[in-house]
């Protein structure tokens, strides 16, 4: 029998708790440490839509990246807008969120981005050890590159600022990074990858000559949902882990 508590202390082996940044709120946020755990589902984000699909499969636990519980709870009640807390607690599954310490950690969310895209990780971006910077077999055109980001990251469009440099010393931050595009430049690379840009970033990247690409929130991070569940396999095959069929990119392009 595998129990909450043993999934638990392998994510946190994975992606320690103490490399979480200060504002978040990373851990084991809903459920008892001894329950059997059968069946587990695998998001980005713990949605009402993900809730009910982990209802339908019976599965006694969600592992997400984006904390359900991240500002304080005034009640757990059906008397706001907002009652996942509940329904997953009526429901006896338990959520497991690992945030900033999977953005930081080896093999986490930036690794597994820089991988995709078929850069090695060299080093990390920022001081805080978040992002990567590696380097691409060989130099490769900006529209060439563009066209890898859409298709392996199945985003529905990109914001970008061509530079008009080839691609090969790559930057990369999941979800919302605009703020690393100067230590991108700083440390010398030539095309940053991230989401979640600002209007002014994308000007400050026309001025400094560095390619700027925003490959969406959702897109940039979710890469690591479907390889934690192949690790969890491994590691408990009594039980079935699953990544969620509903839950996807929410922007949409016209």
């Given at each position: 029998m595998t129990t909450l508590?043993?999934?638990?202390?392998?994510l946190c082996d994975l992606a320690p708790l103490e490399l979480q940044m200060d504002f978040d709120n990373s851990g084991l946020l809903i459920g008892r440490r001894g329950a059997s755990i059968t069946k587990a589902l695998l998001a980005l984000d713990?949605?009402?839509?993900?809730?009910?699909?982990?209802i339908e499969e019976c599965a006694q636990l969600i592992i997400s990246h984006h904390p359900i519980?991240?500002?304080k709870l005034g009640s757990v009640s059906d008397m706001n807008?907002?009652?996942r807390?509940?329904?997953m607690a009526e429901n006896g599954i338990a959520a497991i969120c690992m945030h900033?310490?999977?953005?930081?950690?080896?093999?986490g969310v930036n690794d597994v981005l820089i991988d995709i895209l078929g850069a090695s990780s060299e080093t990390p971006l920022d001081a805080d050890g978040c992002g990567r910077i590696g380097t691409l077999p060989e130099p490769m055109p900006m529209i060439s590159f563009l066209q890898r980001c859409k298709s392996v990251?199945?985003?529905?469009?990109?914001?970008?600022v061509d530079a008009g440099k080839e691609v090969y010393r790559l930057a990369v931050m999941g979800g919302a990074g605009g703020d690393a595009l100067y230590a991108a430049v700083e440390k010398g690379c030539d095309t940053y990858v991230t989401a979640d840009v600002k209007y002014h970033q994308f000007l400050d990247a026309a001025r400094m000559g560095?390619?700027?690409?925003?490959a969406d929130h959702f897109c940039t991070e979710n890469p690591v949902i479907p390889v934690l569940a192949e690790k969890l396999g491994r590691a408990f095959p009594d039980v079935s882990f699953s990544v969620s069929s509903r839950h996807h990119a929410l922007i949409s392009f016209i």
């Open positions: 508590e043993q999934i638990f202390a392998f713990i949605t009402d839509e993900v809730i009910g699909e982990a519980i991240f500002h807008n907002d009652d807390v509940l329904r900033t310490n999977l953005d930081i950690s080896s093999g990251l199945k985003v529905n469009g990109l914001r970008y560095i390619n700027l690409i925003d």
